[in-house]
T-cell receptor, first 112, second 114 residues
Framework: DTGVSQDPRHKITKRGQNVTFRCDPI?????LYWYRQTLGQGPEFLTY????????KSRLLSDRFSAERPKGSFSTLEIQRTEQGDSAMYLC??????????FGPGTRLTVT | AQSVSQHNHHVILSEAASLELGCNYS??????LFWYVQYPGQHLQLLLK??????LVKGIKGFEAEFIKSKFSFNLRKPSVQWSDTAEYFC????????????FGKGTTLSVSS
């Protein structure tokens, strides 16, 4: 049973640099979600896809953030011109339609 | 905007004590409700879910939760906690249908002493 995987697990970057994270969902799941979690808070929704279509984006997803799922399998989340406020855990989840979401281990981003 | 409130930030119990963690949501329509758990060093795992039907749902590891629609609540319970239940617990909801964005509470840290 392969769950949701994310890469890298940790990323340290300097302010102003671009970063990209990857998420591989559970293979039979057609929905993929991105969340962000900061210390002491629950995960906050960023965006989700059904297959390759991006169906919803949160207002948290500023212009510096972009997500793709080009072939309806893995997804990437890119943050351009990183800021210290972007430091957080970025979580990916997947699900079948109308079902519960399964989460990956997350990518911890530290912006120095 | 929809929101989820978890009443307790940090709960400390001794082994064998009973547990109840509160969760309230703000949305008047159809909801799907979840409790997730995050053990130290591990990722979020689904503990239990409610979509419809019997408002008392049972999850893994002896946990259960009761959906009370009139109170907009979905409290988590366990009759006798173990040291291994030490973790962070998150209540979450999505509205209208499952498979959409989850709205999470801020979480409750449970510490169980042996």
């Amino acid at each position: 049973d392969t769950g949701v995987s994310q890469d890298p697990r940790h990323k340290i970057t300097k302010r102003g640099q671009n970063v990209t994270f990857r998420c591989d969902p559970i293979s039979e799941h057609n929905r993929l979600y991105w969340y962000r979690q900061t210390l002491g808070q629950g995960p906050e929704f960023l965006t989700y896809f059904q297959n390759e279509a991006q169906l919803e984006k949160s207002r948290l997803l500023s212009d510096r953030f972009s997500a793709e799922r080009p072939k309806g399998s893995f997804s990437t989340l890119e943050i351009q011109r990183t800021e210290q406020g972007d430091s957080a855990m970025y979580l990916c989840a997947s699900s079948s339609v109308l079902a519960e979401q399964y989460f990956g281990p997350g990518t911890r981003l530290t912006v120095t | 905007a929809q929101s989820v409130s978890q009443h307790n930030h940090h709960v400390i119990l001794s082994e064998a004590a009973s547990l109840e963690l509160g969760c309230n949501y703000s949305y008047g329509g159809t909801v799907n409700l979840f409790w997730y758990v995050q053990y130290p060093g591990q990722h979020l795992q689904l503990l239990l879910k409610y979509f419809s039907g019997d408002p008392l749902v049972k999850g893994i590891k002896g946990f259960e939760a009761e959906f009370i629609k009139s109170k907009f609540s979905f409290n988590l319970r366990k009759p006798s906690v173990q040291w291994s239940d030490t973790a962070e617990y998150f209540c979450a909801v999505n509205v209208n249908q499952a498979g959409t964005a989850l709205i999470f509470g801020k979480g409750t840290t449970l510490s169980v002493s042996s």
